[in-house]
């Protein structure tokens, strides 16, 4: 139709070396509470669009995704380079689906429905009115495969590990600090509406396995930022600061419950268009003082 311009929005990784646009508002939009989903993401959840083919491109790097099988039939596309989550490509005329926190702009979408509620973190508590559904809605007609739970190799320890079981860790005790950031930065190296992270001593933390398989992409232009993922799965791992002596554990990468939940929501000024805040915990524009 003359005079009526279709909206277009555009997606990346963190790095930038993958990018796609999709024409038009979403289809479908779904907060995935799976194991899967947790591990991956490092969070509480992750929160899926869907677009039709023909509105869906890569513009560049779809050549440079790395795709992992996390189960029969299904994988998982991410950018080896900085371990973002990107889009995957449609399957015999089905949606294009991909991570909303990867999206540039206001996706004119209100949230569907939470799947995967069976399988929700412990530590998490849905406070919207969407619809829940223990695995897959009726209509689906499909059934739900989640990674089995992880013992830690101590007993009393917390214990965490990726979504392809190589890398695995553990601690202690935590310390008591744990939280939602909504930068930018986090959205697009998480593929999420926020990341869920705690804080850990760097001594009472250790690696049980895989380390060597944990990439570690520094964003340029930046002193600390870090997004440390598994090279094989992309699943987001914790990040270990020498100085000052702490560690950054993805919550949603928890085997065990912390015996903690989020305390508060940071960087709401950069917050995704797209997400409401629902819950009542206190809220800071940018990094609180303390």
């Known amino acids: 139709m003359i005079g009526v311009t279709a909206t277009m929005n555009k ?21 995935c509470h799976c194991s899967m ?3 991956l993401h490092g969070t509480a959840f992750a929160t899926y669009i869907g677009v039709t083919g023909e509105a869906f491109r890569f513009t560049s790097g779809e050549e440079k995704i790395q795709r992992y099988e996390s189960s029969p039939g ?14 995957s ?3 015999d005329g089905q949606l294009v689906f991909m991570p909303a926190g990867n999206m540039d702009g206001e996706l004119n979408r209100t949230l569907d429905r939470h799947i995967f509620v069976g399988s929700k973190a412990t530590w998490f508590e849905i406070t919207d009115a ?13 059934q739900g495969i989640d990674n089995p739970t992880r013992e830690p190799e101590t007993p009393g320890a917390v214990g965490g590990s990726c979504m392809c079981a190589a890398v695995a ?26 990341s869920t992270q705690l804080f850990v ?12 398989n944990v990439c570690r992409f520094k964003l340029p232009g ?16 914790p990040t270990v600061f020498e100085d000052p002596g702490m560690v950054m554990v993805p919550a949603g990468a928890l085997d065990q419950d912390p015996g903690i939940k989020p305390q508060a929501h940071i960087f709401v000024g950069s917050k995704a268009p797209w997400f409401q805040i629902t819950d009542d915990l206190i809220q800071f524009e940018a990094m609180p003082d303390n």
């Open 11 to 31: 997606g990346s990784c963190l790095c930038g070396d993958i990018t796609w646009e999709i024409d038009g508002d979403p289809m479908t939009m779904s907060n």
């Open 201 to 212: 001593a760097t001594g009472s933390f250790r690696w049980v396995s895989g380390e060597e």
């Open 74 to 87: 299904e994988t998982r596309s991410s950018c080896p380079r900085c371990g973002s989550t990107v889009a």
């Open 130 to 142: 969407a619809p829940q559904h223990d695995i897959y809605p009726p209509q689906y007609d499909m």
């Open 222 to 237: 930046t002193e600390m930022f870090i997004n440390s993922f598994c090279t094989n799965c992309a699943s987001a791992m």
């Open 37 to 39: 989903c947790r591990k």
């Open 169 to 194: 860790f553990e601690f202690d005790d935590n310390l008591g600090r744990m939280g939602n950031c909504h930068c930018s930065r986090c959205r697009r190296a998480r593929s999420s509406a926020h």
């Open 89 to 91: 490509p449609a399957r």
